[in-house]
């Protein structure tokens, strides 16, 4: 993939260094494209960077972000530095909001300076719908369903997604927004309120008692990170052959990025127990903020549009999670 003949494609990954960015980075450098990271490292993570990215270490709410978009000039924008926490966005909610919202506008803004030939944001199926439990009687979620978001963190999403739809407008701003479901595999961090699985594994291979938020009964689409980051490569793939108006499908240029299936959390820990070989049980403590009954995405406009389906299994997925934490686990305590 080149921009003009005998150039590869430049493309800036903002929290390149954190869990889905890295696979994301990786994935792009295999394909033979040039990568520039920037990220705080305030949750990510420098083990996690390909050596082969340039790295600048700073905060997209900074002047030196400025600086780096300007001495760069990529060809395409990954936007995926975010606050992600659901939990967080509920104690702290102008943080989630200057990070997720201020933050974007930032980069919208400098990639229309820099004239960026398309941007890639990182949205948030799993929130942006709100409850299908109470609205949508097929259980999963259309692009086009009302984004009714019940957390500040769903709703910081929507907002940008609500600029960038603006920008594309106003500015001819080039853009797709991916709302993910609830990513999950190698190097996602167990030692947040973030990423179940990962938090459960991590106790189960450690032997450690762990807790349920509610009652367990909350079902969720997770989709493998690996996955993830090629709806990424094709995303931009996309971006690069469609010119003008054309890519804005029905007025919008949101995809879900989801298996079109939901697993309890309940199931989600008798799955991991047998993987494992874990002999405990888990205690169960009041529900979260924030956390919503049933999200289940429909990935057929993804397909369609993007090229892209699923390929990893929720088992082989668990597997390759499983794996990569009992190595890490190995060598030191999270």
Known sequence: MASEIGKKVKVLVTGGAGFIGSHIVDLFIARDMNVVVVDNLSTGNINNLNVKAGFYQ???????????????????????AAQVSVANSTKDPE???????????????????????????????????????????NLSALENLPLLPLSPYGISKVTAEMYLRYFHYEEGLKYIA?????????????????GVISIFANKMLKKEELTIHGDGNYFRDYVFVGDVAEVNYKAIQ??????????????????????????????????????IGYDGFPSYDAARKGDIRLSVLNNKRAFKILGWKPKISFNEGLMLTVSWLACENNGRIF
């Open 58 to 80: 700073c905060d997209i709410l900074s002047e030196a972000f400025e600086h780096v978009m300007a001495k760069e000039k990529p060809d395409y924008v990954c936007h995926h």
């Open 95 to 137: 943080i989630d909001a200057e990070i997720n919202i201020t933050g974007t506008l930032r980069v919208i803004k400098l990639c229309l300076l820099h004239n960026v030939a398309g941007l890639i944001f990182a949205s948030s199926g799993g929130t942006v719908y709100g409850d299908l439990k109470n609205k949508n009687k």
């Open 178 to 194: 991916l709302r993910y479901g609830n990513v999950f595999g190698p190097r996602q961090r167990p030692d947040g309120d973030a």
């Open 238 to 275: 996309k971006m690069q052959y469609i010119n003008g108006n054309k890519y804005l499908i029905n007025g919008f240029n949101s995809y879900n990025i989801g298996t079109n299936e939901g697993t309890n959390v309940n199931s989600l820990f008798c799955t991991l127990r047998d993987i």
